[in-house]
């Protein structure tokens, strides 16, 4: 254990070789979460047309707007977000580690009973089959389903960290244990809690949940991922310790507190509001401190980000997250909120956080992991590059449109002298751009799915390989750059 | 800073480092509210627990999802309390308060107004006006994104229409907040 200042560290890999059935689970949970991007990303843009033409799809009760919408974020939080995370960090876990995952068995089991789970959820969200509730409309029975699985997972994490070769642990194993331990709580209080209360009881602990489940699984697990991945694609020592402990140690803390701030000036006791806001303004801390590490890592490279698709993701990724941890506070503040709250503006956001930010970082480690994982280059890095700007200019088009549409449409709210339905009206152009910004999106989807899929496929001894080969000059020892 | 150190290198530090710093904040947030504040879990006065029919009209707004588009709260908010809002026919509407959500198991508060706030909507138009909407939205408001529910009236008789009506006329109605009992049924 080299733990002095001067030392620089980056991720660890061991020089290990590969042996059969190594990376199983990771490659199953990665191939199938790319599908249900692609088919939640589908019915998103189903979604979207619906609010050009209200009767599309409509004559059936179980492709109504309130049947689809929990299924398009059911889909892309756990199917597509959860499953990806969890898929890369099979990979990533063990090489920081320097040995095997602990389970592949486990780690089958995991793949397996997950996409059970989600495929059933299919069913049951057309169905009707629904607890009421945001992010927890799937029922019971199914949440036992997740609850076992992230168990299961856990386990596999955990005694993969606990057998580790290096003792020091990196950065991205805090965040991923940290991820480990807060989500068994949040998605407990937020999917059985919740049996124990009604009304505004309920409701506080609903989007304790809610924000949680961006706050504390996606946003470690997505954090957890950039900081593994943007040190090894520059070949850059992180920047700074001490800023990722101060970040990782902030959040620890501080984002828990936040959950009320979805009710202001709603029937909430105002001192819960008020504590919701001042930690929503501090949570400012941790989110800067991770950005200038990223940024400080790259310092110097950006001619990287230029040319390669991995980094592109990582840095708009990161300057996603950037602004969507800017709005967040800001939207908390009572005077902001009075006209943000409820509208498009709040879709837009969401929008960038999960798909801006964190999915963007899952796409890069997919297109990093992938192509190591099977030893040959990536299928085509052109078709990379061009996925990532449908991606990022489809999410550019959706995120921007509905906050000036949504910013617009409250302070419309706001003056009682306009109808509510001229308020509706007025949306029609931002909801074409939305249409327009999707298209792009699930373009970009289907052209990632195509890439790895066939990555997966292809024979190198037939194909041009257009990447560079995945070379084991990963397996480098750590802290090169003392 | 030593401790911090520590946790780079013990996993079980790390483990209940992480844990104490969520309970804090858990623990305060969620469970400490539900035991001090009280009104959260008091009853408005004249609260009536739901009949087996608004039950059922309950379900039917959980299932199709109504909750996705429709709020259920007059915030504290000049503009929500307005005429063209929740209020109605030169009334404005009261302030939601905790103590009108006690008997509502999911609660259906609602984030995103796609369609108008329905937290004082009980009373507001009557059975047919509902029908003819639920029908096709349209026909009643020009320019609403809502969905059409032709199979609630159709179906069985229109039984699912006639329950979810049921339920609708509840909203907002713990409170009478409107003179002479000018309620639509």
Not at chain 2, 87 to 95: C, D, E, F, L, N
Request: aromatic letters at 14%; proline letters at 5%.
């Amino acid at each position: 254990m080299t733990s002095s200042k001067k030392t620089k560290e980056t991720p660890q890999e061991p020089a290990g070789t590969s042996e059969r059935g190594q990376d199983l689970s990771a490659k199953a949970f990665i191939i199938s979460s790319i599908w249900w991007f692609v088919i939640s990303t589908s019915v998103g843009l189903l979604l979207a047309i619906k609010f050009l033409w209200p009767e599309f799809m409509g004559n059936t009760p179980e492709f109504t707007f309130g049947r689809m919408r929990p299924l398009h974020v059911n889909g892309v939080l756990f199917g597509w977000l959860l499953a990806v995370d969890m898929g890369l960090l099979y990979y990533v876990i063990p090489r920081l580690c320097g040995n095997r995952l602990y389970s592949e068995k486990l780690g089958m089991f995991t793949v397996i009973a997950f996409n059970l789970v989600i495929t059933a959820a299919v069913f049951t969200t057309l169905g009707g089959v629904t607890q009421g509730l945001e992010y927890a409309e799937l029922p019971w029975f199914l949440d036992i389903g997740v609850t076992v699985v992230w168990v299961v997972f856990g386990i596999n994490i955990f005694g993969t960290i606990l057998t580790r070769k290096h003792e020091k642990m990196y950065v991205a194993i805090w965040y991923t244990m940290g991820a480990i331990v807060w989500t068994t709580f949040v998605y407990t209080a937020g999917n059985f809690g919740t049996e124990l209360f009604t009304g505004v009881n309920q409701a506080n602990l609903n989007w304790f949940y809610v924000h949680n489940a961006v706050g504390l699984i996606f946003t470690p697990l997505g954090v957890a991922l950039a900081y593994y991945l943007i040190p090894k694609q520059t070949q850059a020592p992180l920047y700074s310790h001490k800023l990722s402990m101060i970040g990782f140690w902030t959040i620890s803390f501080i984002y828990v507190w936040t959950g009320a701030h979805h009710m202001i000036h709603g029937p909430i006791s105002q001192w819960l509001q008020t504590v919701a806001i001042i930690f929503s303004a501090m949570l400012i801390i941790p989110v800067w401190t991770v950005i200038v590490n990223f940024f400080g890592t790259v310092s110097g490279k950006w001619d990287l980000v230029r040319r390669d698709p991995i980094l592109k993701y990582l840095m708009t990724g990161t300057t996603f997250y950037l602004l969507t941890c800017f709005q967040g506070p800001m939207q908390a503040l009572r005077s902001v909120n009075a006209i943000t709250s409820k509208t498009d503006w709040v879709v837009g956001h969401a929008h960038m956080a999960v798909f801006g930010a964190f999915s963007f970082f899952a796409v890069a480690g997919c297109l990093y992991a992938v192509p190591r994982m099977v030893k040959k280059p990536l299928y085509s890095q052109a078709l990379a590059n061009s996925a990532f700007w449908f991606m990022f200019s489809g999410g550019l088009i959706y995120f921007v449109l509905l906050w000036i549409g949504g910013f617009i449409q409250g302070l419309q709210w706001n003056d009682p002298s306009i109808p509510f339905i001229d308020t509706v009206k007025f949306m029609a152009p931002f909801w074409w751009s939305r249409l327009a910004g999707g298209t792009l999106i699930f373009t970009g989807a289907v052209l990632f799915l195509y890439n790895i899929s066939r990555t997966f496929t292809y024979d190198p001894a037939s194909a041009t390989a257009t990447g560079p080969t995945p070379t084991e000059g990963d397996t480098k020892p750590a802290k090169a750059a003392v | 800073m030593n401790l911090l150190k520590k946790t780079d290198h013990n996993a079980m530090y790390l483990f209940a480092g992480v844990l104490g710093m969520f309970l804090i904040g858990g623990v305060m947030t969620t469970i400490v509210p539900a035991l001090t504040e009280k009104s959260w879990r008091q009853e408005t006065k004249g609260t009536r627990p739901y009949t087996a029919a608004q039950k059922r009209g309950k379900a039917i707004y959980k299932r199709e999802g109504c909750w996705y588009c429709h709020t259920q709260q007059v915030r504290t908010l000049e503009a929500d309390r307005a005429t063209t809002r929740s209020g109605w026919r030169g009334v404005k509407a009261p302030i939601s308060t905790p103590g009108e959500y006690v008997r509502d198991k999911p609660h259906m508060l609602g984030t995103r107004r796609i369609g108008p706030d329905l937290a004082r909507v009980g009373g507001k138009y009557d059975r047919s006006w509902h029908r003819t909407h639920f029908m096709n939205p349209r026909h009643l408001v020009p320019g609403s994104v809502m969905p059409p529910f032709p199979w609630l009236v159709k179906r069985d008789g229109g039984k699912e229409f006639e329950d979810l009506v049921e339920y609708i006329q509840t909203l907002g109605r713990t409170i009478n907040w409107r003179p002479d009992n000018d309620y639509e049924r």
